[in-house]
C-alpha cells in the first residue's frame, strides 16, 4: 500500500508511482479521505518492495529532530531537516491536527514522509504557509495517528467510518461559564439537538459535554476528533452538566457520512497555503481570526 495525500492524486486518470530503485509501477486507488487530505494506492510486485512503519506522532516534542522526504519543485528523493516547531496545527479541516516543522516543504513534497530519528513516520506532508510560494520554514504534516487510522478504514472499507453525535456546539467560554455558574471554562455546550443519536440518548440544547467515552473534553476541537474516531453503531458514555448537576447518558453513535449525505470540506491544496483564484471565487486560508467569526460546530 502507498500512501500519499488525496490533492496529489485527484482528478488523475492513471497513477504511476516511481521507486527509489527507478522501477515505475501502475496503482489504483483503494480509498481516499478529502477531509483529512489522505489517499491509499495499490501496486503489484513480482519482488518484495522496501517499506517503513508510522511511529506514534504523540510522542512528538517541539524541539525533536525531523526529516522531510519528497519531490519538492521535481527534485525528486529529496531529503531536508528540521525540527518539531508546533504540534496540533489546525488549518481548515474537521479533523486536522499538523505537526508543524521548519524542515523545508516546497511545491511536490506532497504526500512525502516526515521521519523522526527513529526512523519512524510521524507524519505526512501536506501543507506550507507562505507568501510566494516556496518554503519560509513553516510546514505542515499530517499527524501520523490520524493518517494511520484513516489509512486502516480506507484498506477496510475504501471509505471513512466516523462516529457521528448529531449535536450543535460551542466552547465554553468564561463568559459562558459565569452564566452556568460554572466554576471554570471548560467542556463543550451543545446549542443543538437535532433529530439523531444524541437526541435518542436524551441529550438537550443547554447541556454541557464534560465526559467522552471515558476521557475529559477539553474544547470543540478534542470532541470532534474523538467522536471521529469512534466506533460507529456501538455505545458510548457521555457525561454532560445539566443545571448544574452531572447527568450519565449513553449514545449509540450513527455514522457521519450517512447524516451529511456524503458532503465533503474543502481541503488544503498542494503544499501551499495562500490566497487565490478558484472557479471565480477568491479563497484564502481560515485563520484564527475569521475562525473566530465561526463558533459553531456540528459533530
Known amino acids: 500500500m502507498i500512501v500519499t495525500n488525496n490533492h496529489v492524486i485527484e482528478g488523475a486518470d492513471e497513477i504511476e508511482v516511481e521507486f527509489y530503485s527507478g522501477v515505475r509501477l501502475a496503482a489504483k486507488v483503494i480509498g481516499k479521505d478529502e477531509k483529512t487530505d489522505i489517499a491509499v494506492l495499490k501496486v503489484e510486485s513480482t519482488e518484495q518492495l522496501p517499506f517503513v512503519t508510522f511511529g506514534d ?82 510546514g505542515f504534516s499530517m499527524a501520523s495517528n490520524v493518517v494511520s487510522k484513516v489509512v486502516q478504514q480506507l484498506e477496510q472499507f475504501g471509505e471513512t467510518r466516523r462516529g457521528w453525535l448529531g449535536v450543535k456546539i460551542q466552547d465554553v467560554t468564561p463568559d459562558i461559564a459565569d452564566s452556568l455558574g460554572l466554576d471554570a471554562a471548560g467542556g463543550v455546550m451543545v446549542t443543538d439537538v437535532p433529530t439523531g443519536p444524541a437526541l435518542d440518548a436524551g441529550m438537550k440544547a443547554g447541556d454541557v459535554i464534560t465526559k467522552f467515552d471515558g476521557g475529559e473534553v477539553k474544547d470543540m476541537r478534542e470532541l470532534v476528533r474523538r467522536v471521529g474516531d469512534a466506533p460507529v453503531g456501538e455505545k458510548v458514555d457521555v457525561t454532560v452538566l445539566r443545571e448544574g448537576s452531572p447527568l450519565d447518558l449513553q449514545v449509540t453513535l450513527g455514522r457521519r457520512e450517512l447524516a451529511e449525505g456524503g458532503s465533503t470540506s474543502t481541503t488544503v491544496d498542494s503544499a501551499t497555503n495562500t490566497a487565490s483564484d478558484l472557479l471565480g471565487m477568491t479563497v484564502a486560508p481560515l485563520t484564527p481570526k475569521s475562525r473566530r467569526s465561526w463558533a459553531f460546530r456540528a459533530i
Not at 522526504?69 to 525528486?76: A, M
Not at 508546533?86 to 474537521?94: F, K, P, S, V
Not at 514522509?113 to 507568501?131: H, K, Q, Y
Open 57 to 138: 506522532s504523540d510522542k512528538a516534542r517541539v524541539g525533536d529532530w525531523v526529516l522531510a522526504l519528497g519531490n519538492p519543485l521535481g527534485q525528486g528523493f529529496s531529503a531536508s531537516t528540521g525540527i518539531v516547531s508546533a504540534r496540533n496545527r489546525a488549518l481548515t479541516g474537521t479533523y486536522d491536527d499538523f505537526i508543524q516543522t521548519d524542515a523545508a516543504i516546497n511545491r511536490g513534497n506532497s504526500g512525502g514522509p516526515l521521519f523522526n530519528m527513529e526512523g519512524e513516520v510521524v507524519g505526512v506532508n501536506t501543507a506550507i504557509l507562505s507568501p510566494n510560494g516556496g518554503s519560509i520554514g513553516i
